[in-house]
């Protein structure tokens, strides 16, 4: 059993016991219950279910691991040419590590 489920603007495919790296949440702790009610989609062994926006009655509970996590570092360089102008910076996104204990649909 799985479910679609929007998360903080982003579509993740949730199962139980998976691991998903979603934007940083503010204001959650570690070990810490988290549901969502945004289940866009259900497949319960083989019976799709298609929410018209959401499914009504589905929820996903996740449980916090690490509530801050930091990603890879993207480095932007900007160049132009024969002028001697160079911008770099660098970026790091910030995302919580959750853990998906079950999805009620």
Known sequence: ?????????QQFKAEE???LFVHHMKDVAEGQAVEFDKVLLVDNDGTVTVGAPTVSGA???????NPLVKGDKVIVFKMKRRKDERKRNGFRAQFTEVVIKSVVA
């Open 17 to 19: 016991g998976k691991k």
């Open 59 to 65: 929820k996903v509970v996740c449980e916090v691991v």
């Open 1 to 9: 059993m799985y479910a679609i489920v929007e998360i903080n603007g």
